[in-house]
């Protein structure tokens, strides 16, 4: 098991301790745990970190918890942009 000073989400910095306090504070669903400490909403969408916090939630709770859907970016930057003016 990972230490309390352990990242888990490493896209928002997020430690076990953050994870571990909310749910000791009453979070009972990912969603509620993804408002609280920014879990699961850095660049990678949770790839990294939501089975953890899957696993988590389970542990501390009896009902089983939905996966969370990536959500993709709205208006995608184009290469075009990127290019040097100069």
Known sequence: ?????????????VKKA???NAINQGVK???TLKM???VTM??????TCAHYCYD???Q???SPQPLIRPRFPLDPIPFAALEDDA
Not at 1 to 13: G, H, N, S
Not at 42 to 47: A, I, L, R, T
Request: net charge negative.
């Open 1 to 13: 098991m990972p230490e309390k000073d352990t990242v888990i989400c490493r896209c928002e910095q």
């Open 18 to 20: 953050d994870i571990d």
């Open 60 to 62: 501390s709770t009896t």
């Open 36 to 38: 609280r400490t920014r």
């Open 56 to 58: 988590r939630l389970n």
């Open 42 to 47: 850095g660049d990678c969408q949770g790839k």
């Open 29 to 31: 669903d990912v969603i």
